[in-house]
């Protein structure tokens, strides 16, 4: 298994920026796809951005291409999230997940996809 622990999230303006930060234990980090979700009340769970295990393929919701940028670093088991020109619809709480994979590929979109996640971390943005 993997544990997962989100941080960074905060209060911020309208066009501000946030990184958000998923530590990853128990398991090599290496061996996962990672995935960025946000979900807001009252709303499903929406796909944000996702990476896969090496970090060469990333992708990312139309709502966030050209603000956000998925990024990991294997060597230290976590993976981040750079949020910039931040806007109040980006307003929820953001999870990570973690995919398992043998290399096949799997739909990253898809919160069904992940075998684990972590407790979420609070983004507001502000107008």
């Known amino acids: 298994q993997v544990q997962l622990v989100e941080s960074g999230g905060a209060l911020v303006q309208a066009g501000g920026s946030l990184r958000l930060s998923c530590a990853a234990s128990?398991?090599?980090?290496?061996?996962?796809?990672m995935g960025w979700f946000r979900q807001v009340p009252g709303k499903e769970r929406e796909f944000v951005a996702a990476?896969?295990?090496?970090?060469?393929?990333?992708y990312y919701a139309d709502s966030v291409k050209g603000r956000f940028t998925v990024s990991r670093d294997n060597a230290k088991n976590t993976m981040y999230l750079q949020l910039n020109s931040l806007k109040p619809e980006d307003t929820a709480v953001y999870y990570c997940?973690?995919?398992?994979?043998?290399?096949?590929?799997?739909?990253?979109?898809?919160?069904?996809?992940?075998?684990?996640w972590g407790q979420g971390t609070q983004v507001t943005v502000s107008s």
């Open positions: 990476i896969n295990r090496s970090g060469d393929n990333t």
């Open positions: 997940a973690a995919a398992r994979t043998t290399g096949r590929v799997i739909p990253l979109r898809r919160t069904d996809s992940y075998d684990y």
């Open positions: 128990g398991r090599t980090f290496s061996i996962y796809d």
